[in-house]
């Protein structure tokens, strides 16, 4: 009888081991086995469940806070948590696709290239080792409602493993997601957390807005056909932009309006 228990060798060698870890715990979670608010056992007891490090532990640990579905609470332990707002669409399309798919024309600047150290949820969700680099792409996408007008809608930052892409001027022109395919590596699956936010003060910078103006942030973990994280998306869509749904059973197709 399956009780939930795995171990890492379970999951075949080329799943990350923390990706897996991630996973067996986030269906816990799901089916409630480690209801909210639920202490998870310690760090080292998943170690020797799972048959992996401390490191490897605290990686899918954090991952999972990323996610919102953990929180540590220092000097008592991790806890369960259940997320503020989960909704499920079909597709694997970003933001952008979508506004391009409804015939939006979108400008794409980037405003930034560069190897960097990732913050530390970006790196336990690409499962980079302590102070490993990745490529942090910024871009900013605007629309011309009229000639001579710009109006930007969308600041998004994605974060490669290096080596993943090496011609960045190619993304002025190409989605992403096209240039991961061209270049072998297809996504597959995506995960994606949706919440509202004020944008900071350079964050309203670049979008034209006034600081703490609403906006939605987009938190995207792309993953290829074996489970292999390949981009972790951040994307910031301003406020004024109305998103409408219509469901059937056949797919879900979104509507932006900008107002």
């Known amino acids: 009888?399956?009780?939930?228990?795995?171990?890492?060798?379970?999951?075949?060698?080329?799943?990350?081991?923390?990706?897996?870890?991630?996973?067996?715990?986030?269906?816990?979670?799901?089916?409630?086995?480690?209801?909210?608010?639920?202490?998870?056992?310690?760090?080292?007891?998943?170690?020797?469940?799972?048959?992996?490090?401390l490191m490897t532990v605290r990686q899918a640990i954090q991952a999972l806070e990323a996610d919102g579905l953990l929180e540590t609470r220092h000097g008592?332990?991790?806890?369960?948590?259940?997320p503020a707002f989960a909704y499920g669409l079909t597709g694997l399309r970003s933001l952008s696709q979508d506004l391009v798919e409804q015939g939006i024309e979108l400008e794409t600047e980037v405003l930034d290239a560069r190897l960097v150290v990732p913050p530390g949820d970006?790196?336990?969700?690409?499962?980079?080792?302590a102070q490993g680099r990745v490529l942090a792409v910024e871009r900013l996408r605007s629309t011309r409602p009229s000639p001579g007008a710009s109006v930007p809608l969308l600041l998004q930052t994605s974060y490669l493993p290096a080596g993943i892409v090496d011609d960045v001027e190619?993304?002025?022109?190409?989605?992403?997601y096209r240039l991961l395919e061209e270049s072998?590596?297809?996504?597959?699956?995506?995960?994606?957390?949706?919440?509202?936010?004020?944008?900071?003060?350079?964050q309203?910078?670049?979008?034209?807005?006034?600081?703490?103006?609403?906006?939605?942030?987009?938190?995207?973990?792309?993953?290829?056909?074996?489970?292999?994280?390949?981009?972790?998306?951040?994307?910031?869509?301003?406020?004024?932009?109305?998103?409408?749904?219509?469901?059937?059973?056949?797919?879900?197709?979104?509507?932006?309006?900008?107002?």
């Open 204 to 259: 309203a910078r670049v979008l034209r807005r006034e600081p703490g103006s609403p906006a939605l942030s987009s938190s995207r973990l792309s993953r290829g056909e074996d489970g292999t994280p390949l981009v972790d998306d951040r994307a910031l869509l301003v406020g004024d932009t109305v998103i409408t749904a219509e469901r059937a059973v056949t797919g879900t197709n979104l509507a932006y309006e900008h107002r």
């Open 184 to 202: 072998g590596r297809p996504v597959r699956q995506a995960s994606e957390t949706i919440q509202a936010v004020a944008l900071t003060a350079e």
């Open 76 to 82: 008592v332990g991790t806890f369960a948590r259940r």
């Open 1 to 53: 009888m399956d009780d939930g228990r795995r171990t890492g060798r379970e999951h075949g060698p080329r799943m990350p081991k923390y990706l897996a870890i991630y996973r067996v715990l986030a269906d816990r979670i799901a089916d409630g086995r480690y209801p909210a608010d639920a202490l998870l056992p310690a760090q080292r007891e998943l170690g020797e469940e799972f048959d992996v490090s």
């Open 170 to 176: 190619t993304l002025r022109h190409q989605s992403l």
């Open 122 to 129: 970006v790196g336990a969700r690409l499962g980079i080792q």
